[in-house]
């Protein structure tokens, strides 16, 4: 318990009368506090350690009271968890055939994070199901709680089974671990209490010079923090949780906004909002090649977007974007990604990805290019999915090409279409059809 404990931490153990909380220095003192206590259920400890002792506390002593240090009070993140829980029924202890399977899901987390480059954590017993702790040394502001929390969702939705759940909620700072050594008395089973432990510390060989001159091998405790850059590698390679502000989803719309996100992550572009708008998924951003665009008002100045049945895009007011210079500024999703990802380390074919992932949308609007040239069987097959007439809007987003454009070869009986009053509409079939004749 030494290597977990850094200063001040908060004690919270809950028993039948209620809560008590206390402000330890060391892991033996709290433990001791309970040692004779036979009338507790859980004890636990902060995972970071607190401001100081409170005012009305004295240290090393446990007070019938429910306050404690709110996330805000604390400065800096310590200890990362990984709680591995078994499914069961609410509000009782783990069988030993339940705890197998947390254990087995304990080791494969922990074996995918080594893989990822994490070092080795302590792994623990919490009498119900098994523990992961990494160190880590962060600061507690927001953005290190949002990369917690997507680990941590991101773990939870890679490895929870019908047996076994990856916790994805100790993403605050004043989250607290069981306190190793105490009892798990969940239920009315006591043949089912057991008490929590830690099974193993990380060490490594150290070279000592010896008394006769030569040198000698000891064995030491190797608890190294994570570094923040293998935390964000290994984020961008789990399904990192959508915002609920999309709202409600279906699956392959979720794994495609994933994907767009995990793009994102990796080119290093700020999402500052996620919004819906009917089947259009939007993240404004901040645009590449001019961060002072970015917006996050409803009409934002550079977004990127997945809409169901027609795929990526990409749009951006700022001058150069929005010209029509090939030379200059980002015309469309492609050229996006490529500025981003130049050297396409998001894969096409990602887990749960679809093939078709990728953008189906190119910039047909350059300089020199006859009109739909480009187009592809991609974008037919999109029209042929439709059930309604097309606006105009509708095939400005689809074949990236402006307004005006949709209305000359309209007026010019190019392209075929329909009037509702004034406004235009499209025929999908025809549209089709057109596009197969030229």
């Not at 402000?23 to 004890?43: H, L, Q, R």
């Not at 090393?60 to 404690?68: G, P, Q, S």
Request: proline fraction near 5%; include cysteine; aromatic fraction near 8%.
């Amino acid at each position: 318990m030494k290597n977990l404990w850094r200063g001040i931490h908060e004690v919270f153990v809950k028993d039948t009368k209620g809560n008590r909380v206390g402000y330890f220095d060391g892991p033996e003192k709290a433990i001791a506090a309970v040692a004779d206590d036979k009338e507790y259920w859980a004890v636990w400890f902060s995972l970071n350690e607190c401001p100081g002792v409170p005012d009305g506390f004295e240290p090393n002593r446990l007070y019938r009271a429910a306050a404690r240090y709110r996330k805000g009070d604390y400065k800096r993140r310590q200890l990362l968890l990984v709680d591995c829980d078994p499914k069961r029924p609410a509000d009782t202890s783990a069988t030993d055939e339940q705890k197998k399977k947390a254990y087995a899901q304990a080791l494969a987390v922990r074996e995918f994070l080594r893989n990822l480059g994490f070092p080795e954590p302590v792994f623990a017993d919490s009498g119900n199901g098994y523990h992961l702790l990494y160190s880590i040394d962060e600061p507690n502001d927001e953005a290190t709680e949002t990369l917690i929390k997507n680990l941590l969702a991101g773990l939870s939705a890679k490895f929870s089974d019908d047996g076994s759940t990856v916790d994805s909620g100790n993403f605050e700072c004043n989250r607290v671990c069981k306190l190793y050594s105490t009892w798990a008395r969940k239920g009315s089973d006591a043949a089912l209490w057991r008490r929590s432990s830690i099974l193993e510390i990380p060490t490594h060989d150290v070279e000592i010079p010896a008394k006769n001159g030569t040198r000698e091998t000891v064995r030491d405790t190797a608890f190294e923090p994570v570094p923040r850059s293998i935390l964000k590698a290994a984020v961008s390679e789990l399904p990192v949780p959508r915002n609920t502000a999309l709202g409600v989803m279906d699956d392959d719309s979720i794994r495609k906004t994933d994907w767009l996100r995990k793009l994102c992550e990796v080119g290093g572009v700020v999402i500052l909002n996620e919004r819906r708008r009917g089947r259009e998924f939007i993240f404004d951003i901040e645009c590449p090649r001019a961060k002072s665009h970015g917006s996050t008002t409803s009409e934002s100045a550079t977004i990127v977007s997945y809409e169901r049945l027609r795929g990526y895009a990409f749009s951006c007011l700022h001058a150069s974007c929005s010209s029509k210079d090939p030379r200059d500024g980002i015309h469309g999703f492609s050229e996006f990604r490529g500025e981003i990802d130049p050297k396409r380390l998001m894969s096409d074919k990602l887990p749960g990805i679809p093939d078709d992932a990728t953008c189906r949308i190119e910039n047909l609007s350059a300089k020199n290019v006859p009109f739909f040239e480009k187009c592809s069987l991609s974008i037919i097959e999109q029209l042929e999915g439709f059930d309604r007439a097309l606006t105009s809007k509708d095939l400005v987003r689809l074949l990236a090409v402006s307004k005006a454009t949709i209305s000359r070869e309209a007026a010019a009986g190019r392209l075929p279409c329909f009037r509702i009053g004034s406004s235009l509409r499209f025929d999908p079939k025809a549209v089709v059809l057109w596009l197969r004749e030229r």
